[in-house]
Structures are given as structure tokens and as C-alpha cells.
Antibody, heavy 119, light 110 residues
Framework: QLQLQESGPGLVKPSETLSLTCTVS??????????WGWIRQPPGKGLEWIGG???????YYNPSLKSRVTISVDTSKNQFSLKLSSVTAADTAVYYC???????????WGQGTLVTVSS | QTVVTQEPSFSVSPGGTVTLTCGLS?????????PSWYQQTPGQAPRTLIY???SRSSGVPDRFSGSILGNKAALTITGAQADDESDYYC??????????FGTGTKVTVL
């Protein structure tokens, strides 16, 4: 059974860079059929797709966040990562990693990790 | 900026039927957007219900069904149960690797 687990600091200071890693177990991140993505949800609000990556390194970003987002993949560790720069309080959210493909939807989700932006 | 719209809230009686919709701020939703639907209860990660318009995810009861109704994607709950009370989100695939979430619908069963 495929499992995804987010890890990283739960508290980030304003203007700094948020960094999270997703570790994939029970399957290979090097599957050609899928993309690996990040999704977030501010407290009490809806879900927002941040971006995704294919194991080949091709990346896809939400246009509204593109200038601040970098997603990378480490196939040797079966992990992929999110960096979000210049964070503000508006970036406080639960961040989920996920596996997705257009024709299969977002099939697997991590449990989510709360990141708070505060000094 | 593409906006994917959903009804803010719906109320349904136990055993009743409710249809949630997922539309585009400009244009029509078709199967080429691979609409998918997710259920989320407070404090939990979303659960995948429907993908590719009308394919039910593994373990999802058949009272959940997806379709295209007119110019929108739709999720129908037939025979609503108390534990269907949740937030529901649709997602559309916009092409070029880009996905957009809908605004979400809160469903109350009472």
C-alpha cells in the first residue's frame, strides 16, 4: 500500500523559506505514470493545489504561486520536496503531499502537516 | 485566473439525494477536464471519491456517483447517510500539468 509522509519544520518566520519533504513508501517515486504534488489548506479554508513534479524532473506550478515555489525530486531517497520562499502569515496552512495523474485524480494523500508562519 | 465554483452549502435529509456541481468561471466543464471529487471531514486528509468524471475510487460506496450535467461536473449522493456530512471538493485538470480545486461545498445531513 502506497504511503506518503510529510516532514519539516512546523514554524517558519516571515520572509523566510518554508521547506517540506514527502517520503514515499510502498511504491516507487519513479513511476512514469504519475506526478507527485503539494496541496495546502489554510485553517478554516479550502484546498489549493501548489504544484507537482514528475520523477524526470518536469515541474508544474500554480500560476499564483509560481514565483515563490520550487519542487524537486530525489529518486534515490524516494522523496520529493517543496520550497516556498518569502512566506507571510497567509502561507500558514496544513500542507499535504500527494500522488496524482489527470485520469486518476489525486489518488493518494499524506496525512498533512501544519506549518505556521510567525515570528 | 481560473475559478472553479461550487455551491457553498447544501442540506439533505437522511436517505435523501443531493447533487453538488462544479463549474468554471468561464466556459463549460467536460470530461476532458477529468473532474474528480474529494470528501473531507474536519482534521482529516481528503478522501478520493470519484476520478475521471464518473469512476469510483476503491472502497467508495455506490451511493456516490459522478457525471457531467449540462456545463458542469456533478457529484450525486443517493440515500445520504449521517457520515456523509462533510466538505466536498472538486478538482479540474486544466492541462499542462495544472490542477485547480473548487471552492468546496459543505454538506449537512439533517
Amino acid at each position: 500500500q502506497l504511503q506518503l509522509q510529510e516532514s519539516g519544520p512546523g514554524l517558519v518566520k516571515p520572509s523566510e523559506t518554508l521547506s517540506l519533504t514527502c517520503t514515499v513508501s510502498g511504491g516507487s517515486i519513479s513511476s512514469s505514470s504519475y506526478h507527485w504534488g503539494w496541496i495546502r489548506q489554510p485553517p478554516g479554508k479550502g484546498l489549493e493545489w501548489i504544484g507537482g513534479i514528475h520523477y524526470s524532473g518536469s515541474t508544474y506550478y500554480n500560476p499564483s504561486l509560481k514565483s515563490r515555489v520550487t519542487i524537486s525530486v530525489d529518486t534515490s531517497k524516494n522523496q520529493f520536496s517543496l520550497k516556498l520562499s518569502s512566506v507571510t502569515a497567509a502561507d500558514t496552512a496544513v500542507y499535504y503531499c500527494a500522488r496524482h495523474r489527470a485520469a486518476a485524480g489525486i489518488g493518494y494523500w499524506g496525512q498533512g502537516t501544519l506549518v505556521t508562519v510567525s515570528s | 485566473q481560473t475559478v472553479v465554483t461550487q455551491e457553498p452549502s447544501f442540506s439533505v435529509s437522511p436517505g435523501g439525494t443531493v447533487t453538488l456541481t462544479c463549474g468554471l468561471s468561464s466556459g463549460s466543464v467536460s470530461a476532458s477536464y477529468y473532474p474528480s471529487w474529494y470528501q473531507q471531514t474536519p482534521g482529516q486528509a481528503p478522501r478520493t471519491l470519484i476520478y475521471s468524471t464518473n469512476s469510483r475510487s476503491s472502497g467508495v460506496p455506490d451511493r456516490f456517483s459522478g457525471s457531467i450535467l449540462g456545463n458542469k461536473a456533478a457529484l450525486t449522493i443517493t440515500g445520504a447517510q449521517a457520515d456523509d456530512e462533510s466538505d466536498y471538493y472538486c478538482v479540474l485538470y486544466m492541462g499542462s500539468g495544472i490542477y485547480v480545486f473548487g471552492t468546496g461545498t459543505k454538506v449537512t445531513v439533517l
